[in-house]
């Protein structure tokens, strides 16, 4: 268990995990609460990864839920396994006969079968779902249920029995209690509003797109080798097309792409054709690139009148490394 | 602080954030876990359990550092001016040592008030001016007109005046223990000066206070006002607002469809599906394999004038019915003035707002500078494009029939409707105003199958509701 809030952010460090104070907060908080934690936010800002950090970093097995539209009960919870119980009375058959071997009517018959319900209804015949594994589990797990707004307004109320009270309620056997309450991560998209009901039961956190600092630490610590110089202007010309009016942003591991992608182009600084020709890494509509390319000039003339120095050296790049191999990798 | 947190928790719900009680006592059981002194941990811990929309956070934000905005730092800075009113040779902590001794050696009957504004103890008054502000019923405050009466009946509750008397009183008091005269002038005007900074810190309490009870509720209430506002009286500000409105009911819009789609999904018993299913359990049924009913998606045709009268209505409309693009297998619009063009394309090339721009502006189309034709238009819409409809085809008309004294040409609609599945025109006019003048609703009438007013966007939205989905 975390010690603090700053622990968590250590902790979560470790894991190559980095993060702001107000996500650290509400980890421990969830932590010590034992309550679930809402993830939301834009895609691709680290809402799943955060999930899994954290299990990592206090050494929880991870269980993953992926909600898709028609997920069902069956599917996250728990399922009757028929065949096996079809298999078992076939090769019971014997046995049944003994119980009703004598039994005088066929009212007798099927009260003694009756009696014997429970044989057929009991643990042994289900076959747990990750919602069931995880509250069954012989030690502390860790569950994510991802894209929980992709599923549909019915699944929430299955899992609001499952949030607010760690139980699972099978009609036939009863009520099954955690032995150990899991730690539950939901993330959402935000492509549909969850119930107030399955929000009243979890710790809300928005995780927005990271700060300029904040993702500049992310590039250096994913993107081994990186030069510092190039992750400050693939960071800084990030932040500023996050501005733009665009129809989808590009997110934390859009950034990771392009800065791996420039390394393996041998780049040392941003120049503007190798910008343009890598945009459809970063950006995946036709209407953002051509936005972003009007943008660019303007941002990367503000980058030479910074630094002019770069500016001259970089002129020359393009021929010595020679431009073929960098088309012959993206196109 | 408990209370404290109370009052925040009514104050979120009064600026519509949905608190539970359930949710406030998370927010005290998470604040048992953490140190307060932390401010913004203080903040984040209290919005994870209390907030849970991501909309709702801006207001949260705002609201949070319009509540725990530190009046205590305010009324120190009061303090503060107060006393850098002295003169530069007087020393205040010196005058004030002075006066605790005189104090200590004299008995004086002095009140609370008098006693804080002596000390000038930040907390103390504080404390009083809450405890005033709670017994005058501030969270009454409506509007800027009470300013001045709350804060004039906070102060007498308080005994401002009582005080200050008390204090002049201590003065003559202190003269005769034999205080030195220019002391007693400084101490004099220094006490002048604390009484006027309570005055103004009470003034701005109340201010505060309106800020925090009115917050959002000029927000909603235009938001509110904006959906029952006629389209022919927007704002280029309200259109912009608009658009937000009407992608957040779009998406509402959306969610509902797919629960409708859900509830009808089962239909009949599927007998050979069953079979083939259970075979594996020796033939017998474990499993029920119900036949899925065909999910019917409305085709759509949309005609939409775009002479400036019914302008607002059309972009509202194209707006909507994109935004419910995945609800339709095919929506194809036409706008028209006197021509009538096809804009489909020129919606789904540019983003949804570009889109609308230039088909309003005739998308390179039709020429929208001339006298609406709405007879010319439904020939040519008949001429051309009526292998379009077919019997699952709505076709929806937008537009207020003023067709200037030209042949309305009925049969063209009598056409289309004959081949759609249903024809349903969207009126800005009022049924009263149908017919009259210029207007030739009442000849297309007897083609439509629904025709509605519809002059704001709560109508626009029922209308979409009930009838294309």
């Not at chain 1, 934690?37 to 799943?48: D, H, M, N, R, S």
């Not at chain 1, 004598?102 to 009696?115: P, S």
């Not at chain 2, 409506?142 to 009183?169: H, V, Y």
Request: charged residues 30%.
């Amino acid at each position: 268990m975390f010690d603090s809030v700053e622990d968590v952010e250590k902790k979560l460090h470790d894991q190559d995990y980095i993060c702001g104070k107000n996500i650290a907060t509400v980890v421990y908080l969830a932590t010590k609460l034992q309550k679930p934690i809402l993830i939301e936010g834009p895609a691709g800002v680290g809402k799943t990864e955060l999930g899994r950090a954290v299990s990592r970093a206090l050494g929880l097995p991870l269980i993953r839920l992926q909600c898709y539209e028609g997920l069902d009960e069956s599917k996250a919870l728990y399922e009757w396994e028929y065949s096996k119980q079809l298999l078992y009375t076939q090769m019971l058959r014997d046995k049944i006969e003994q119980v009703i071997g004598d039994a005088a009517t066929l009212k007798d018959a099927a009260a003694r079968i009756g009696e014997q319900d429970d044989v057929f209804f009991s643990e042994r015949f289900i076959v747990p779902r990750p919602l069931l594994r995880g509250i069954l589990s012989e030690e502390r797990v860790a569950l994510l249920i991802d894209e929980v707004d992709k599923s549909d307004p019915e699944f929430e109320a299955f899992l609001l029995e499952v949030l607010s009270d760690y139980t699972v309620s099978i009609p036939e056997i009863g009520t099954m209690e955690a032995k150990h309450i899991p730690l539950v991560f939901l993330t959402s998209n935000d492509s549909r509003e969850m119930t107030d009901a399955l929000k009243r039961r979890c710790l809300h956190l928005y995780i927005d797109f990271p700060g300029e600092e904040q993702e500049l630490a992310i590039v250096n610590l994913k993107v081994d080798g990186i030069q510092q110089r190039l992750a400050e202007d693939i960071v800084k010309l990030i932040q500023s097309i996050r501005k733009l009016d665009l129809k989808k942003a590009p997110s934390i591991s859009e950034t990771l792409d392009w800065a791996r992608a420039l390394m393996v182009l041998n780049a040392d600084t941003l120049e503007a054709p190798l910008v343009e020709e890598t945009l459809n890494i970063i950006l995946k509509y036709e209407g953002d690139i051509h936005k972003a390319q009007m943008e660019l000039s303007k941002l990367l003339q503000e980058k030479g009148a910074e630094s002019p120095g770069p500016e001259a050296e970089a002129g020359e790049k393009p021929a010595a490394t020679g431009t073929p191999p960098r088309k012959s990798v993206l196109h | 602080m408990q209370k404290k947190i109370v009052d925040f928790t009514n104050l979120l719900r009064k600026s519509g954030v949905r608190v539970s009680v359930a949710e406030s006592l998370d927010a005290f059981a998470a604040l048992d876990e953490l140190s307060l002194d932390d401010r913004e941990l203080f903040k984040d811990a209290l919005r994870a359990t209390m907030v849970k929309r991501s909309d709702d956070i801006p207001t949260y934000d705002r609201l949070f550092d319009l509540y725990w905005s530190g009046f205590h730092d305010a009324l120190r800075e009061q303090l503060g001016q107060a006393t850098g009113g002295l003169p530069d040779h007087v020393d205040l902590d010196q005058l004030l040592e002075a006066l605790r001794q005189m104090l200590e050696n004299m008995d004086v009957d002095l009140s609370d008030l008098a006693k804080a504004m002596l000390s000038m103890d930040p907390n103390q008054l504080e404390q009083m001016i809450r405890d005033a502000a709670d017994e005058t019923g501030i969270e009454r405050i409506q509007n800027l007109l009470q300013i001045g009466f709350f804060s004039r009946r906070m102060i007498e509750q308080m005994g401002l005046e009582g005080a200050g008397g008390d204090l002049r009183e201590l003065i003559d008091q202190l003269r005769e223990a034999g205080m030195g005269e220019e002391e007693l002038e400084q101490l004099g005007r220094l006490m002048q000066a604390v009484q006027d900074a309570v005055r103004r810190s009470v003034r701005q309490f109340v201010e505060q206070e309106l800020d925090k009870q009115n917050h959002d509720y000029l927000e909603r209430f235009r938001r509110e006002s904006l959906q029952e506002k006629s389209f022919y009286n927007l704002t280029e500000e309200d259109i912009r607002r608009m658009r937000e409105l009407v992608a957040r009911l779009a998406q509402k819009l959306k969610n509902v469809i797919t629960i409708r789609r859900k509830r009808q999904r089962k239909g009949k018993f599927d007998l050979k599906g069953t079979m083939r299913r259970n075979m594996a359990h020796g033939g017998i049924p474990f499993e029920l394999i119900f036949k899925q009913r065909k999910k019917e998606r409305p085709k759509l045709i949309i005609l939409c004038d775009v002479s400036s009268s019914v302008a607002n209505v059309s972009r509202f409309m194209l707006q909507f019915v994109h935004s419910l693009q995945e609800a339709f297998t095919k929506i194809r619009s036409f706008v028209f003035v006197a021509e009538l063009g096809e804009v489909t394309q020129v919606m789904r090339d540019n983003d949804i707002y570009q889109g609308i721009d230039q088909s309003l502006d005739g998308g390179g189309v039709v020429n929208v500078y001339t006298r609406s034709n709405f007879g010319f238009a439904f020939h040519v819409f008949w001429r051309d494009f009526l292998s379009a409809v077919d019997s699952r085809t709505t076709v929806v008309i937008i537009g207020d029939a003023r067709n200037n004294y030209n042949d309305p040409r009925a049969w063209c609609l009598r056409e289309i409707h004959r081949k759609a599945k249903n024809v349903v025109w969207i009126n800005p006019e009022a049924p009263g105003a149908w017919g009259f003048g210029d207007s030739v609703m009442d000849r297309y009438l007897p083609y439509c199958d629904v025709a509605e007013e519809c002059r704001n966007l709560k109508q626009l939205s029922r209308m979409v509701d009930r009838l294309l989905l």
